[in-house]
């Protein structure tokens, strides 16, 4: 059953053609710069909050973070954890995903485990997701053992994603890595998109419009930014994505 964080994404996507999350490290950032991040990254157009990250950070602050943050939007607070510390009772929802290319039986199902009794007693709306590592991988592929999918074996990632819409799972998500050099291809987004049938999440890398552009135009359903944003003026920049968006979903009807 879809609960509300869910439905409200499906139908953004259905109305806009694709939207922009913005994703908050609490390991990179305090609970007062956090909320500040996040408020202008609503007033830029953003459809939701994203809140984890690669590394570890306590459970106290993680809950001083997602409390901050949901003090000053109206925008859902959907957890991106890392790890069974990654959640928090005050977010609205959390991406419950599987790592489906890491060689460690953790990250596939382990950590969900040990997570799932936690997400029920706190309430979370839990949205199931497959989280493919791709590229370089960077810090997630590290952490989460991966082998990350080479930018030039696009077929590869398209039959992880057909195999995760075959599980059950309702969002696809190709991860790049936290600062890679170069997002993920329009040639693989393009053929995953062929692949599935779910909703598709870009993110890693993308820092230019020209990035966003390519992403949408080759079938991205959520892009998702994060150390562009935090290192810039959130709000310009934030519209500045979202508009691409809106004009390249324009251009595709």
Known sequence: MRGKVEQYL????????????????????TAASASSIARKAEEGGT????????TFTSTSHL????KTIKRVVKIPVILFPNNVTGISRYADAIWFMSLLNSTDPYFLVGAQI???????RFGLEAIPMAYIIVGEG?????????TPIPYTKPELAAVHALAAQY?????VYLEGGSGAKEPVPAT???????MIDVPLIVGGGIRKKEHVESAVSAGANIIVTGNVIENANVKAKVSELVH????????CK
């Open 10 to 29: 499906l139908k953004k996507i259905q109305n806009d053609g694709a939207i922009h999350l913005t994703l908050i490290d609490p390991e990179e950032t």
């Open 244 to 251: 691409t968006i809106i004009q390249t979903t324009g251009k």
């Open 188 to 194: 693989m987004i393009n053929m995953v998109k062929k």
């Open 138 to 146: 960077e810090t997630a592929g590290v952490i989460g053992k991966a």
């Open 114 to 120: 040990l997570g799932a009794p936690l997400v029920k």
């Open 47 to 54: 459809a939701g909050i994203m809140v984890g990250g690669s």
């Open 63 to 66: 809950d001083n973070v997602v």
């Open 167 to 171: 599980l059950g799972m309702r969002f």
